[in-house]
Nanobody, 114 residues
Framework: QVQLVESGGGLVQPGGSLRLSCAGSGSIFSINDMGWYRQAPGKQRELVAGITSSGSTNYADSVKGRFTISKDNAKNTVYLQMNRLKPEDTAVYYC????????WGQGTQVTVSS
């Protein structure tokens, strides 16, 4: 069973930056399309950024130009660099593959507030 562990969240002021990490067990990211998702209170989980096994990326319109997804296959880690954060980015952030989800990790809380 694949285990996903997200980290790097925290409290940041509007306009600030955070870098999230997602570590996976085994060499799974090189052969799977991966995504970062977020879930805000009272809302459904949504995809914010995706990266294919070959490294192509795509983003939700709400984060385009501010967030960057990347991965290090050797370290079995996917990253999400978040810049110019806004209060509406506040959510729990998760990583998982794009289809046939593995068991969700605990996520990492991102709070954007002054």
């Amino acid at each position: 069973q694949v285990q996903l562990v997200e980290s790097g969240g925290g409290l940041v002021q509007p306009g600030g930056s955070l870098r999230l990490s997602c570590a996976g067990s085994g060499s799974i990211f090189s052969i799977n399309d991966m995504g970062w998702y977020r879930q805000a209170p009272g809302k459904q989980r949504e995809l914010v950024a995706g990266i294919t096994s070959s490294g192509s990326t795509n983003y939700a319109d709400s984060v385009k130009g501010r967030f960057t997804i990347s991965k290090d296959n050797a370290k079995n880690t996917v990253y999400l660099q978040m810049n110019r954060l806004k209060p509406e980015d506040t959510a729990v952030y998760y990583c998982n593959r794009r289809v046939f989800y593995w068991t969700w990790g605990q996520g990492t809380q991102v709070t954007v507030s002054s």
